[in-house]
């Protein structure tokens, strides 16, 4: 299973956060939950917590995705009242004593305040990754792009995947994920024969294998083999680079 995921990085990296904090939750036990249940329950207490946290988190950097960090903060309230009340029903339902409207505003806070730290983070780690300079290595359009690679992942670009923060970069000898937004890609790749195509893709044109039109919408099938849509805003784009059925 876990092999499995690893092949995934968007599933794997949610899966292995849960674990982590699950166990580590349930030795520590914090606020009271160590004194308050037994090591089972309080493990079971505790999975179910960050297991919530965790697909309420993914569900909103879904939606938020290529969004201003300001949007995203912003909109990081309504995650923390969401996702207070899932747990303050859940301590209702399991903790005794645990009821009003002051214990749901102090999980309100606990979790907003959380939540605009690890935006925060987040938003500078990419900050100091994007501003530190790379060295490049030949005259290739993509050379600079390509030093962000790990060196056993470096070849002929085929495409980029936008997932959340990251950046799936597939080559024609693997795949890596790097920490970088594809509107930054884009930019940095202005050179290279590719384009977006969609607002979480980016395919470089001499990879596409074939066009075809499904239910109206056109598709271009890569050289991995993955199947990459084109949405309506970038379909002028596409069509002008000779990519039609």
Same mark, same amino acid.
């Given at each position: 299973?876990?092999?499995?995921?690893r092949?995934?990085?968007?599933?794997?990296?949610?899966?292995?956060v849960?674990?982590v904090?699950t166990?580590?939750?349930?030795?520590?036990?914090?606020?009271?939950?160590?004194?308050?249940?037994a090591?089972?329950?309080?493990?079971?207490?505790?999975a179910?917590?960050v297991?919530?946290? #965790?697909l309420? &988190?993914m /569900?909103?950097?879904?939606? $938020?995705?290529?969004q201003?960090?300001?949007?995203?903060?912003? %909109?990081?309230?309504?995650?923390?009242?969401?996702l207070g009340?899932?747990v303050?029903?859940?301590?209702m339902a399991v903790?005794?004593?645990?009821f009003g409207?002051?214990?749901?505003?102090?999980?309100?806070?606990i979790?907003?305040?959380?939540?605009?730290?690890?935006?925060g983070?987040v938003a500078l780690?990419?900050?100091?990754?994007t501003?530190?300079?790379?060295?490049?290595?030949?005259?290739?359009?993509?050379?600079?792009?390509?030093?962000?690679?790990?060196l056993?992942?470096?070849?002929?670009?085929?495409?980029l995947?936008?997932?959340?923060?990251?950046l799936? #970069?597939v080559? &024609?000898? /693997?795949?890596?994920?790097? $920490?970088?937004?594809?509107?930054?890609?884009?930019?940095?790749l %202005?050179a290279?024969d590719?384009?977006?195509?969609?607002?979480?893709?980016?395919?470089?044109?001499?990879q596409v294998?074939k066009?075809?039109?499904?239910?109206g919408?056109?598709?271009?099938?890569?050289?991995d083999?993955?199947?990459v849509?084109?949405?309506?805003?970038?379909?002028?784009g596409?069509e002008?680079?000779?990519?039609?059925?």
């Amino acid at each position: 299973m876990l092999l499995t995921l690893r092949e995934r990085p968007g599933v794997f990296v949610p899966v292995a956060v849960w674990l982590v904090l699950t166990i580590l939750a349930g030795l520590a036990g914090p606020f009271e939950t160590y004194q308050l249940l037994a090591p089972g329950p309080r493990l079971a207490y505790w999975a179910l917590i960050v297991g919530v946290s #965790v697909l309420v &988190d993914m /569900g909103f950097r879904v939606l $938020l995705r290529g969004q201003a960090l300001g949007r995203r903060l912003a %909109a990081r309230l309504g995650f923390a009242i969401l996702l207070g009340w899932l747990v303050h029903l859940i301590n209702m339902a399991v903790l005794d004593g645990w009821f009003g409207w002051s214990s749901l505003a102090w999980l309100v806070g606990i979790v907003w305040v959380i939540a605009m730290a690890v935006e925060g983070l987040v938003a500078l780690n990419r900050v100091v990754h994007t501003a530190q300079p790379t060295e490049q290595t030949d005259e290739s359009p993509d050379a600079s792009f390509q030093s962000r690679l790990p060196l056993d992942r470096r070849g002929t670009l085929v495409r980029l995947e936008a997932q959340d923060h990251y950046l799936k #970069v597939v080559t &024609d000898i /693997g795949e890596a994920l790097i $920490l970088m937004r594809l509107s930054d890609a884009e930019t940095e790749l %202005a050179a290279f024969d590719g384009l977006r195509v969609h607002r979480s893709h980016w395919v470089a044109i001499g990879q596409v294998q074939k066009v075809q039109r499904r239910e109206g919408r056109l598709m271009l099938t890569m050289q991995d083999g993955a199947e990459v849509p084109v949405s309506r805003t970038y379909r002028p784009g596409v069509e002008a680079a000779g990519l039609t059925v």
